[in-house]
């Protein structure tokens, strides 16, 4: 059974640091590309980060440079490591794996909250 289970969120103050956990269980991680997404209330699903089975990742321009998104084979397990939060950036996160044929799988997201 695949499963994908985030982890990390919480309170967090403005300019404080977290990282979010996603492992995934399924022996396709290895090839899959994984992804963190967000939604806040009103909003839709927006990508936050990515990376690609080689290591490449991908970013918008609206967390470039706080976002890190790594990935470890080994514990088959996605991370995102946020830095300076804002208050924008409160939102379910979503992990999500990209297969080939369309096939993807998502977690059941992790709340993070930014607010003094």
């Known amino acids: 059974q695949v499963q994908l289970v985030e982890s990390g969120g919480g309170l967090v103050q403005p300019g404080d640091s977290l990282r979010l956990s996603c492992k995934v269980s399924g022996s396709f991680f290895k090839t899959a590309t994984m992804g963190w997404y967000r939604q806040a209330p009103g909003k839709q699903r927006e990508l936050v980060a990515s990376?690609?089975?080689?290591?490449?990742?991908n970013y918008p321009e609206s967390v470039k440079g706080r976002a890190t998104i790594s990935r470890d084979n080994a514990k088959t397990t996605v991370y995102l490591r946020m830095n300076d939060l804002k208050p924008e950036d409160t939102a379910v996160y979503y992990c999500?794996?990209?297969?080939?044929?369309?096939?993807?799988?998502w977690g059941q997201g992790t709340q993070v909250t930014v607010s003094s």
């Open positions: 990376i690609t089975n080689g290591g490449s990742t």
């Open positions: 999500r794996a990209q297969l080939g044929g369309g096939l993807e799988y």
